[in-house]
Nanobody, 115 residues
Framework: QVQLVESGGGLVQPGGSLRLSCAASGIIFSLYRMGWYRQAPGKQRELVASITGGGTTNYVDSVRGRFTISRDNTENTVYLQMNSLKPEDTAVYYC?????????WGQGTQVTVSS
């Protein structure tokens, strides 16, 4: 059974930082491209950042330079370090795994940026 379990969300003030984690089980982690998506109320889900098994990263323009995606293939975990957070970063953040013709999603973790 495949599981993606996110953690690390919460409430933070503008300019603050959070680190999201996603622990994967039931997949050969290193073969999967891992991504973080987010969905704000009334908006479509969007890809925030992704990382291949070999470590190649990609970011949406709105977070480039503020967010960093990384992975630990020995711990089957992907991270999203979020710095200089803005109110517009408020959303539910989802972990995603893509590989071998399959897609898996985590349950999501809420990130709220507000003073």
């Amino acid at each position: 059974q495949v599981q993606l379990v996110e953690s690390g969300g919460g409430l933070v003030q503008p300019g603050g930082s959070l680190r999201l984690s996603c622990a994967a089980s039931g997949i050969i982690f290193s073969l999967y491209r891992m991504g973080w998506y987010r969905q704000a109320p009334g908006k479509q889900r969007e890809l925030v950042a992704s990382i291949t098994g070999g470590g190649t990263t990609n970011y949406v323009d709105s977070v480039r330079g503020r967010f960093t995606i990384s992975r630990d293939n020995t711990e089957n975990t992907v991270y999203l370090q979020m710095n200089s957070l803005k109110p517009e970063d408020t959303a539910v953040y989802y972990c995603h795994a893509n590989g071998l013709g399959r897609n898996y999603w985590g349950q999501g973790t809420q990130v709220t940026v507000s003073s």
